[in-house]
């Protein structure tokens, strides 16, 4: 059997990109293997962990679950993306201050649906970013500091508006 | 945990889709989020020739409001459901179910469509619909079909889609305001798969009891005595419930399931 490939289109990071690729590769190998962006990390490759949750079409993703040839046509924004992002850099300075992070593995997945709460629950309590942030998983540091972090980002912004 | 080689065909519509499902044979698979098969593919559970992505149907994604029902296209997102996207026939139920599907990068992609077909006992939708009466609209190369969800579930991970079908729509019917639906669910963590699902709904305007247990080991269970159970949620009557759903000979999940239930009953009175 001749080796099934597809011809996909996409944005990275604001760039265009082209390339030829088997259809089961998953989004996240795309990114680490043929773009290397290896920002976007592997945990349990099978959509449990969220480390490797990064930005399709504007809303947090699996990007392990997703494979590439769907994202056909698709813009994708993995973390090395989002560095002049305001609230990113925000969020950044805030895991510093409240040490929300130790070895750094989920990280990258952590920060990308901080910045959802962040934007699409201004409001939330620590109640419910605990709830949204049950999609990712930290197996050294713990919650606290994660928790600590987003809640000072959200207190911050709630006080600038 | 890397999927074995498979072919990607995107149809731009259903008629596209079933031809390629026929070409494809017993090979072919339907994808639309990947949320659980993306899973099931990288763990090898499943290994396809070939994938039909259905993402890009425009009438898959499609949502219509009629007089008497919401039809909500298969690949409606869980986080359509949970932002108010799209319209809720049910005066919240379904927005509250939708926003506990998983977790929101999950709901993002996930569709109503997909998780109902894949069937999986524990999985919020297929309970819900259920609980709601939903018709199920499938197209195959026969054309198309409307199955009841009573009949659509039959086995685990099994539902009455023949070879070469698809889903295609999902039609919850509307009921008056008098209606209530409640839902409860044991989850050892936020987010992960429950271990027992309770649902009930009251119509008083049609005299309907309708009572579900999910998180079964075939599909979810809508039980003969509802009535009975709405009416009285004695310990008895929800064991016999608990009992109509397989659990039986296990105490352990025969209670869990039970008081789900309970729960969910009481929820209906809240």
């Known amino acids: 059997m001749t080796k099934p490939t597809a011809r996909i289109s996409l944005t990275v990071n604001g760039r265009e990109v082209s390339a030829e690729v088997e259809p089961r590769t998953h989004l996240a190998d795309f990114l680490r293997e043929h773009e290397l962006l290896t920002g976007t990390n592997l945990g349990c490759e099978h959509g449990v962990c969220g480390a490797c949750t990064l930005e399709i079409d504007g809303v947090p993703s699996r990007s392990c679950i997703t494979y590439a040839a769907a994202c056909d046509g698709a813009k994708v924004r993995s973390i090395e993306g989002f560095e002049s992002d305001e609230v990113m850099e925000a969020l950044r300075a805030a895991f510093t201050a409240e040490h929300a992070l130790q070895c750094g593995y989920c990280t990258p997945g952590m920060l990308m649906t901080a910045r959802d709460i962040v934007l699409r629950l201004p409001d939330a309590d620590e109640a419910r970013i605990r709830k949204e942030l049950s999609g990712n998983l930290c197996r050294c540091t713990g919650y606290m500091g994660i928790v600590a972090a987003i809640r000072r980002v959200l207190a911050d912004r709630r006080k600038a508006r | 945990m890397k999927a074995v080689q498979f072919e990607y065909a995107r149809p731009k519509d259903v008629a596209e889709a079933v031809k390629l499902l026929a070409e494809g044979g017993d090979g072919a698979k339907c994808a639309a989020g990947t949320q659980s098969l993306g899973p099931m593919l990288n763990l ?48 919240g139920f379904l927005r509250e179910i939708a926003s506990n599907i998983a977790y929101r990068p999950i709901r993002n992609r996930g569709t109503m469509g997909g998780s109902l077909v894949h069937a999986d006992p524990a999985a919020d939708w297929p309970s819900t619909m259920l609980l709601l009466g939903a018709t199920m609209i499938a197209a195959g190369p026969a054309g198309r079909r409307e199955i009841p969800v009573e009949s659509f579930f039959s086995s685990i991970f099994e539902t009455a889609l023949k070879p070469g079908e698809l889903l295609v729509g999902i039609r919850v019917p509307k009921r008056g305001a008098k209606a209530r639906r409640a839902y409860w669910k044991f989850c050892r963590k936020t987010g992960e798969f429950p271990q027992a699902i309770g649902a009930a709904l009251l119509d008083p305007d049609k005299g309907e009891s309708r009572a579900v247990i999910g998180a079964t080991l075939s599909t979810p269970i809508l039980l003969s005595n509802a009535k009975a159970l709405l009416a009285k949620p004695t310990d008895e009557a929800l064991g016999a419930a608990a009992d109509e759903a397989g659990f039986a000979d296990d105490p352990y999940n025969r209670r869990l399931h039970a008081v789900a239930l309970r729960r969910a009953i009481e929820r209906l009175s809240a």
């Open chain 2, 44 to 91: 090898r559970v499943v290994q396809p020739t070939m994938l039909v992505d259905l993402r890009h149907i425009e009438e898959l994604k499609a949502v219509t409001d009629a007089p008497d029902a919401v039809t909500y296209g298969a690949c409606t997102t869980h986080a359509a459901v949970e932002d108010g996207r799209v319209p809720d026939p049910t005066g």
